[in-house]
């Protein structure tokens, strides 16, 4: 079994920062990609920011300045440091790991329970 937890939401002013942090563990080989993502009530979840294992980085155009998306490869951990935090930036956001649990095994996504991004105005 394969478990993901995030950590770090909570509430903050407009212009606030947060930090997110993600860890996966279990029955682990590898791990491909680590996402971040969110859903805002009455919408759809939506991809924040991702990071591969070679440290490549994605973020979606909405956060893109303010949001960095890493990871540690070795500890299967990945982090999302977010400045400049919008009341629009509200949501649940949600850790996603691909995971591939044996040497030629495909990949399977594993999601966290989400943690709670809370910006006042």
């Known amino acids: 079994q394969v478990h993901v937890v995030e950590s770090g939401g909570g509430l903050v002013q407009t212009g606030g920062s947060l930090r997110l942090s993600c860890v996966a563990s279990?029955?682990?080989?590898?791990?491909?990609?680590m996402g971040w993502y969110r859903q805002a009530p009455g919408k759809q979840r939506e991809v924040v920011a991702t990071?591969?294992?070679?440290?490549?980085?994605y973020h979606e155009d909405s956060v893109k300045g303010r949001f960095t998306a890493s990871g540690d490869n070795a500890k299967n951990t990945a982090f999302l440091q977010m400045n400049s935090l919008k009341p629009e930036d509200t949501a649940v956001y949600y850790c996603?790991?691909?995971?591939?649990?044996?040497?030629?095994?495909?990949?399977?996504?594993?999601w966290g329970q989400g943690t709670q991004v809370t910006v006042s105005s």
């Open positions: 990071v591969t294992s070679g440290g490549s980085t």
């Open positions: 996603a790991a691909d995971v591939t649990r044996r040497l030629g095994g495909g990949a399977f996504r594993y």
């Open positions: 279990g029955s682990i080989f590898s791990i491909n990609v």
